[in-house]
């Protein structure tokens, strides 16, 4: 009798030990996979860290943006996806803080006198859609890197649509020249600027060089007063795009790419893949893109197609599709509140 409750009590212990152990495995199978992917995204990426410290620390922000982007896209009720891009080791501020620039025109006083009125606001029709891609107006994605000059690269890209559109060629303009010589008013570098203040600038300036002539380094440098003397375009002026009303950008977007201010601090936006962003997003103005177009997607979603400078790993190939007649004047993300464009 002794001996048949001895192996009863053994065969429950067994048992025990076996889903105590299961368990113990369930709870580390996750994270060795999450381990696994970490490593996978280094080799990818060739992310190198200085330390034991600083690469558990990445780790975990890694891990914890892996679990955030898993369960965003099991939920399944939006339009759009993220993605684990090259971003996934940073936070969310870190980020914002090296990626975004621009400075609001609300906290700037403008008084340059080639801003006139915006020159569409009698235009009657506009195209269902239009793609400045396939006009040959927009040259490939750019990245502008752990430098916040996204202000240079919004008003260079709609700087080099303008002058596709005018002289028939497509020039790729340098972003650099902006960053190291366009310092006397509030634009400073990877410190941030302002699109308007850009484009008086070039104006001033009597024209901007190529990316060839002046390549983007992504740090703040003296500027090359040689490099910057010879000159690739030039244009007239500028002018401001009616503010808080998605129809004057349209009538705007239907006829050259335009330089547009967003805000893009959201973890959704930092991890965006694909689809008709939707999102979390305010009218606290961080973010220069360009507008190169808008249409409406397979389901029947208005987007503008917006040209990002984060690289073509982000988003559908270095482009956003940001939703389109929100109701709200101020456009998703404030895209229609402070919108410009150079003219020639």
Known sequence: MASKWNC??????LIILGVLASQAMS????????????????????RVYEG??????RFKIFKD??????????DGSRR??????EFADQTNEEFTASRNGYKGQSSLVKSYSEVTFFKYENLTAVPTSMDWRKKGAVTPVKDQGQCGCCWAFSAVAAMEGITQLTRGKLVSLSEQELVDCDTKSVDEGCEGGLMDNAFHFIQHNHGLTTEANYPYKGVDESCNT??????AANINGYQDVAANSEQ?????VAKQPVSVAIEASGFEFQFYSSGVFTGDCGTNLDHGVTAVGYGTSSDGMKYWLVKNSWGTGWGEDGYIRMQRDVGAKEGLCGIAMEASYPTM
């Open 226 to 231: 040689n490099k910057a003397a010879s000159h």
């Open 27 to 46: 709870r580390t199978l996750p994270e060795a996979s999450v381990f696994d992917k970490h490593k996978q995204w280094m080799a990818l990426h060739g």
């Open 8 to 13: 009863q009590f053994i065969c429950v212990s």
């Open 80 to 85: 759009y996806r993220l993605s684990v891009n």
């Open 248 to 252: 004057a950008l349209l009538m705007a």
């Open 52 to 57: 034991v410290e600083e690469k558990e620390m």
């Open 65 to 74: 943006n892996v679990e955030r982007i898993e369960s965003f896209n099991g």
